[in-house]
């Protein structure tokens, strides 16, 4: 998350109303009419779209400042992907009237514009991740991508809560559950990080960020 998605997510909170989610449920739902934008106060949301064979791929997990389906607002263009709350979620729903109306603003149009470019360098990212890592490299990537947004410092490391099954952390990673389970089992015995019941600590953050370099 940059700073531009913390000041264009101000600027839009403004001019919506909060709401809340459980567990489970769709904030909004992929094929949609892109009708509003969402402004994450609080919790975790993921990201995800079907394939052709109807399978879920995880394109990836928000938080608290995230701002989620702006892009298909400004087009018009039905929702490319799912967001599903992992947690219960607090977020502020900006109707995309209001969200045009704010773009009157050379400010909100500059940190929209800011909001594309990250957008389009973390896909760009991701896409050299892919061709270039394997699946260990990927399952550090995203560990540190969690711990990084979500972690919280402890004297042994940093703890993660995590929000994802292993079939999603799989998804996500782009590999099977079975490759997934391994690469978190060679990173254990590396001694970059511990894995609990719903938690992960990263012992070596400087470590694991040195396997996941692409």
Same mark, same amino acid.
Not at 17 to 39: K, Q, T, W
Not at 111 to 128: C, F, Y
Not at 167 to 186: M, P
Not at 198 to 203: C, D, Q
């Given at each position: 998350?940059?700073? /531009?998605?913390?000041?264009?997510?101000?600027?839009?909170?403004?001019?919506?109303?909060?709401?809340?989610?459980?567990?489970?449920?769709? @904030?909004?739902?992929?094929?949609?009419?892109?009708?509003?934008?969402?402004?994450? !106060?609080?919790?975790?949301?993921? /990201?995800?779209?079907?394939? *052709?064979?109807?399978?879920?791929?995880?394109?990836?997990?928000?938080?608290?400042?995230?701002?989620?389906?702006?892009?298909?607002? =400004?087009?018009?263009?039905?929702?490319?992907?799912?967001?599903?709350?992992?947690?219960?979620?607090?977020?502020?729903?900006?109707?995309?009237? !209001? *969200?045009?109306? /704010?773009?009157?603003?050379?400010? +909100?149009?500059?940190?929209?514009? !800011? *909001?594309?470019?990250?957008?389009?360098?973390?896909?760009?990212?991701?896409?050299?991740?892919?061709?270039?890592?394997?699946?260990?490299?990927?399952?550090?990537?995203?560990? =540190?991508?969690?711990?990084?947004?979500?972690?919280?410092?402890?004297?042994?490391?940093?703890?993660?809560?995590?929000?994802?099954?292993?079939?999603?952390?799989?998804?996500?990673?782009?590999?099977?559950?079975?490759?997934?389970?391994?690469? @978190?089992?060679? =990173?254990?015995?590396?001694?970059? +990080?511990?894995?609990?019941?719903?938690?992960?600590? +990263?012992?070596?953050? !400087?470590?694991?960020?040195?396997?996941?370099?692409?």
């Amino acid at each position: 998350m940059t700073a /531009a998605d913390l000041a264009l997510g101000a600027r839009l909170a403004a001019r919506g109303r909060r709401r809340s989610y459980e567990r489970g449920s769709a @904030l909004c739902v992929e094929g949609d009419v892109s009708d509003r934008v969402f402004v994450l !106060e609080s919790g975790l949301v993921k /990201a995800c779209c079907s394939s *052709v064979h109807g399978q879920e791929i995880v394109l990836g997990i928000c938080g608290p400042g995230d701002v989620i389906g702006e892009l298909a607002t =400004l087009d018009g263009a039905p929702r490319s992907a799912s967001t599903i709350a992992l947690t219960g979620v607090q977020a502020v729903v900006v109707p995309a009237v !209001e *969200v045009h109306a /704010a773009l009157s603003d050379p400010a +909100v149009v500059r940190q929209m514009l !800011e *909001v594309v470019v990250a957008r389009l360098r973390d896909a760009d990212r991701k896409r050299i991740e892919f061709a270039s890592l394997d699946t260990v490299g990927r399952v550090a990537m995203r560990t =540190l991508e969690l711990a990084d947004r979500f972690g919280r410092r402890t004297d042994a490391g940093v703890m993660v809560d995590l929000p994802i099954s292993q079939e999603e952390l799989a998804s996500w990673c782009g590999a099977s559950r079975e490759a997934t389970v391994k690469a @978190l089992r060679t =990173l254990r015995e590396l001694g970059y +990080v511990r894995t609990g019941r719903g938690s992960l600590l +990263v012992l070596d953050p !400087e470590a694991l960020r040195r396997r996941a370099a692409v």
